[in-house]
Structures are given as C-alpha cells and as structure tokens.
C-alpha cells in the first residue's frame, strides 16, 4: 500500500449480503452515517438517479400491489416474485475507512425509508435509509406485566422478542435481581409495560439503572459499566482534528441533585442531596430536615430539588438513591460540552474515548464522545462528534 492510497476515503457498501453493483456505486454521491446511544443508528445513502434507472422497477413496502408472499404466525412464506436492491427491510452494511484495505464496518441494519427528489430542472435523485436493529423496537406499543422478573429478564426478552442477542451488564443484572426482589415483597408488583413500544420500555429501564443501550450488529448491549475508559484514539488540534469547540458555562449551575422525602406514617419530611465537590473531586452527601433546606446551598453549593417523593419501604429508597445518582451524573457530565470535526475515523463513535491535544492544557485531555456523524462525499471523508468532559463514569 502506497502513501498516497492511505488517504483515499473508502467504503463497503454491502445489501442482503452481496456487494452492490459497480453501476451503483457509481452513482452514489455521498454516504453519511450517525452514531448515538439510546437511539438507533442511521445511514443515508444518496444516489443520482439519471433517467430514473434506480426507479425501474418496484420497490416492495412502498405501495400497494397483488400479495407476492404468504405469511403464517411469525413465519414467512416464499415470496412468489424477486427481490429488489432497496426493497424495505433489505439488509444493509456499511463500512468506511480508505483504501487499501483500510475499512471497518461500523453498521448493520435495515431499510427504513426511501426519499426521491424530482426538481424542476437538474438530476433526479433518491437517497435510500436505513436503521440499525434497535429499530425494531420502536415498532407497536403493548400492554402488558412481567410480575416478578427482574429487569434484567425483561431487556432479555425483548431482545429475543425482536431477534437480537442480549448483551447485559453483569453489575446491573444483578442490581436488577435485588431490586426485583424488594418491590415483589414491600410493593407486591414488579414491572408494567403501559401502552409503551419496547423501544420507551426499554428507554425506562436504563434510565432506572443509569444505563445506556444499543446495538451493534445482533447484539442489543444494556449496560452503565461496560464501556471504554481509555482513548480509541488520539487527535491533535491542526492536524487530525480539523477544529474543536468546547463551551463551559456556569449559567444555571447545578453542584448537587436532591430530593425531598416525606415518610407516610409520620408527618416528616427531610432533604436527601447528592453533590459533586468540584476542588476536592469527591462526591457529597447530605441529609437535612425538610425546613432547612435552603440552608444546603451554602453548604455545597446550589442544587436541584425534587419534591416530595414519599418513602414507605426500602423499594422506595432504593429506587430513589438510583434516581438521584442518574440525575447528579447526567447534570455533572453536561458541565463541558462541545463539538468537534476531524479527519474521517471510524473509531470515533458513540461511547468512545477519544483523547484531544493541542487545546491548552485546561482542554486538552479525554471526553467521552456523545454522538458521531461520518460524511463521504465529493469533499472526502470528515466526522463530526458531539463530546462531554465526564467527571463521574
């Protein structure tokens, strides 16, 4: 491999498990890719569509036409006429790098969409979508108990519910198993599912425990600690990371998160707070009667209160200390923010580590990378990514 091949941006454009032909690779103009947690993965693909060669023939899901395949139950019956290229659901690949063999796949999914632009004068074009699985749960809403299981069964089961393999957390499945437990015996019910789609069910659930979901490839990953906590890659300000803009304010801000509980047997009330001490870096905490309050800010700082979020059992307690940690850290890590491009690199993406140089030294360091969009198009391979300072992993 050359020199001059090395930054050659590439891709890999695989439907349905075949490499799509030459004549539509030559028409593509641009490919972008956007990476995030909690939601699910996109890929658009756009195409110039000269003398509407791309729209030939018919695409299956965009219309009505004679039934072409029998469905029983969950299973699929031979379709009675030929796939096309961006017929709905088709499989689709996606790996970027540069050439010479320089690529890594960095998405798997399905076709969700298709866009045509028909302008008045110039090219048409159609640009196809698709979404990686973790789109599968957003569709239908249903109601429904799982009684005594715990959390972690339930990710499980929606996993398999829409053909994904489970990856869970080991830390949360077993803080799920005790939480399970506690809420079966003090509260007698355990999870619901009310008219939610398993997308806002499972949405609930990581938030109970801090956590973060998504999926890559077949796997659905539930999880607060799995993650990196060293960079996947270096980037120095005027060479691979092409500009940086971080923004810290402290306008609004929050030191700690607490929470006003009332017991229901007797009428009092006290003040729970969590906080972060910025110049020791340690965490804090603080319990004082209801009436006093205000009296935290001086002590910690200003904070963020919730009010009156009764306790009766130790499920509530519980379920309380794990709201209040999700709150203080979400805030905390909100504290410095930005966002960034760079030299297109498939190892920035959603939930990686990425070390930035050349900054200064109170913003040179490590931030942990919120989301990621990576553009191939006429003007090269470039990434942009939204980052935040994360004080508490």
Same mark, same amino acid.
């Given at each position: 491999?050359?020199?001059?091949?090395?930054?050659?941006?590439?891709?890999?454009?695989?439907?349905?498990?075949?490499?799509?032909?030459?004549?539509?690779?030559?028409?593509?103009?641009?490919?972008?890719?956007?990476?995030?947690?909690?939601?699910?993965?996109?890929?658009?693909?756009?195409?110039?569509?000269?003398?509407?060669?791309?729209?030939?023939?018919?695409?299956?899901?965009?219309?009505?036409?004679?039934?072409?395949?029998?469905?029983?139950?969950?299973?699929?019956?031979?379709?009675?006429?030929?796939?096309?290229?961006?017929?709905?659901?088709?499989?689709?690949?996606?790996?970027?790098?540069?050439?010479?063999?320089?690529?890594?796949?960095?998405?798997?999914?399905?076709?969700?969409?298709?866009?045509?632009?028909?302008?008045?004068?110039?090219?048409?074009?159609?640009?196809?979508?698709?979404?990686?699985?973790?789109?599968?749960?957003?569709?239908?809403?249903?109601?429904?108990?799982?009684?005594?299981?715990?959390?972690?069964?339930?990710?499980?089961?929606?996993?398999?519910?829409?053909?994904?393999?489970?990856?869970?957390?080991?830390?949360?499945?077993?803080?799920?198993?005790?939480?399970?437990?506690?809420?079966?015996?003090?509260?007698?019910?355990?999870?619901?599912?009310?008219?939610?789609?398993?997308?806002?069910?499972?949405?609930?659930?990581?938030?109970?425990?801090?956590?973060?979901?998504?999926?890559?490839?077949?796997?659905?990953?539930?999880?607060?600690?799995?993650?990196?906590?060293?960079?996947?890659?270096?980037?120095?300000?005027?060479?691979?990371?092409?500009?940086?803009?971080?923004?810290?304010?402290?306008?609004?801000?929050?030191?700690?998160?607490?929470?006003?509980?009332?017991?229901?047997?007797?009428?009092?009330?006290?003040?729970?707070?969590?906080?972060?001490?910025?110049?020791?870096?340690?965490?804090?905490?603080?319990?004082?009667?209801?009436?006093? /309050?205000?009296? $935290?800010?001086?002590? *910690?700082?200003?904070? #963020? &209160?919730?009010?009156?979020?009764?306790? =009766?059992? +130790?499920?509530?307690?519980?379920?309380?200390?794990?709201?209040? /940690?999700?709150? $203080?850290?979400?805030? *905390?890590?909100?504290? #410095? &923010?930005?966002?960034?491009?760079?030299? =297109?690199? +498939?190892?920035?993406?959603?939930?990686?580590?990425?070390?930035?140089?050349?900054?200064?030294?109170?913003?040179?360091?490590?931030?942990?990378?919120?989301?990621?969009?990576?553009?191939?198009?006429?003007?090269?391979?470039?990434?942009?990514?939204?980052?935040?300072?994360?004080?508490?992993?």
């Amino acid at each position: 491999m050359t020199g001059s091949l090395q930054y050659v941006p590439d891709y890999r454009l695989v439907l349905n498990g075949e490499e799509i032909p030459q004549a539509l690779r030559n028409s593509i103009t641009s490919i972008s890719y956007e990476d995030g947690r909690n939601a699910a993965d996109r890929v658009e693909v756009s195409i110039a569509n000269a003398n509407l060669r791309w729209l030939q023939e018919h695409i299956k899901g965009l219309g009505f036409r004679p039934p072409t395949g029998i469905s029983v139950g969950p299973v699929k019956g031979p379709s009675l006429t030929n796939g096309g290229l961006f017929d709905m659901d088709n499989r689709l690949a996606l790996s970027l790098g540069y050439a010479g063999g320089q690529v890594a796949e960095v998405f798997k999914g399905d076709i969700t969409g298709i866009e045509a632009d028909f302008p008045a004068g110039g090219l048409p074009s159609m640009t196809i979508v698709a979404h990686d699985y973790l789109h599968r749960l957003t569709e239908g809403s249903y109601g429904r108990g799982f009684g005594p299981l715990p959390d972690a069964i339930i990710a499980m089961i929606l996993s398999a519910e829409n053909l994904l393999l489970p990856a869970i957390d080991p830390a949360m499945a077993a803080a799920s198993t005790a939480i399970a437990v506690v809420n079966i015996i003090f509260n007698g019910s355990g999870r619901k599912q009310k008219g939610q789609t398993d997308f806002e069910l499972l949405k609930e659930i990581a938030e109970t425990y801090d956590a973060d979901f998504w999926v890559e490839g077949d796997l659905l990953y539930l999880s607060r600690f799995i993650k990196e906590y060293t960079p996947s890659v270096k980037l120095k300000w005027g060479e691979s990371l092409l500009s940086f803009s971080p923004r810290v304010s402290t306008i609004g801000k929050v030191a700690g998160i607490g929470a006003k509980f009332t017991l229901r047997e007797i009428p009092l009330s006290f003040l729970v707070a969590i906080a972060w001490d910025f110049d020791r870096e340690t965490l804090q905490l603080q319990v004082v009667p209801g009436a006093a /309050a205000a009296s $935290l800010k001086s002590l *910690i700082g200003p904070i #963020l &209160t919730f009010i009156n979020r009764p306790i =009766g059992s +130790p499920a509530d307690i519980t379920n309380s200390a794990l709201f209040l /940690a999700h709150k $203080l850290r979400q805030t *905390i890590n909100n504290r #410095l &923010t930005g966002m960034a491009f760079a030299v =297109g690199d +498939p190892r920035i993406r959603a939930g990686a580590v990425v070390q930035i140089e050349g900054v200064g030294p109170d913003f040179s360091g490590n931030y942990r990378i919120t989301s990621a969009s990576h553009i191939i198009n006429s003007q090269g391979y470039r990434t942009q990514f939204q980052f935040q300072k994360e004080i508490i992993p």
